[in-house]
T-cell receptor, first 113, second 112 residues
Framework: GENVEQHPSTLSVQEGDSAVIKCTYS??????FPWYKQELGKGPQLIID?????GEKKDQRIAVTLNKTAKHFSLHITETQPEDSAVYFC????????????FGTGTRLQVTL | DTGVSQNPRHKITKRGQNVTFRCDPI?????LYWYRQTLGQGPEFLTY????????KSRLLSDRFSAERPKGSFSTLEIQRTEQGDSAMYLC??????????FGPGTRLLVL
């Protein structure tokens, strides 16, 4: 089955700096890659997603890039703010009827003042 | 609010007892998913429904676990004869066909 690896496990940045989280996946047939933000005691919230027919997608301070050849995708957060502090998860899905998500192990992002 | 709702939010039970969780998906979402999340890990897929049909079950879903979605709306997840290893956050998500999965707040289970 699909396997998703995520790095780093923890990331500390100063407010205003950029943060980058990287994921790799194993199944070349995966075609949908969402990113979720999870705050303490809450369920994951979708922040951005990308499909395999797109190389990059941006939404304000958040962007995701996808390299299908390398089976690699990354989350970029610019101008970080303290409220960005949370655990971020990448995920991959084969799509279609096999739409279950396989998650990475998470990255704890700490934005310091 | 029309998001995914889950009840109860917290459940403490003794080993060997049965527990049941409920998930109410976003209205008109035909797919409903259950995931389990242990501390420090990402959510792991358990099972999913399209309307009332259970289409896939993970190997994580032992015989003690059963899920239903009788009318294609809300779903229940029952764990029989709970074990300490069942302690986790149980997350429900819903989607409309192949689109984005939206998660509920989860039910945190503690088995003593």
């Amino acid at each position: 089955g699909e396997n998703v690896e995520q790095h780093p496990s923890t990331l500390s940045v100063q407010e205003g700096d950029s943060a980058v989280i990287k994921c790799t996946y194993s199944d070349s047939a995966s075609n949908y890659f969402p990113w979720y933000k999870q705050e303490l005691g809450k369920g994951p919230q979708l922040i951005i997603d990308i499909r395999s027919n797109v190389g990059e997608k941006k939404d304000q301070r958040i962007a995701v890039t996808l390299n299908k050849t390398a089976k690699h995708f990354s989350l970029h957060i610019t101008e970080t703010q303290p409220e960005d502090s949370a655990v971020y998860f990448c995920a991959a899905s084969l799509g279609g009827t096999a739409s279950k998500l396989t998650f990475g192990t998470g990255t704890r992002l700490q934005v310091t003042l | 609010d029309t998001g995914v709702s889950q009840n109860p939010r917290h459940k403490i039970t003794k080993r060997g007892q049965n527990v049941t969780f409920r998930c109410d998906p976003i209205s008109e979402h035909n797919r409903l998913y259950w995931y389990r999340q242990t501390l420090g890990q990402g959510p792991e897929f358990l099972t999913y429904f399209q309307n009332e049909a259970q289409l896939e079950k993970s190997r994580l879903l032992s015989d003690r676990f059963s899920a239903e979605r009788p009318k294609g709306s809300f779903s229940t997840l029952e764990i029989q004869r709970t074990e300490q290893g069942d302690s986790a956050m149980y997350l429900c998500a819903s989607s409309f066909s192949l689109e984005t999965q939206y998660f509920g707040p989860g039910t945190r289970l503690l088995v003593l």
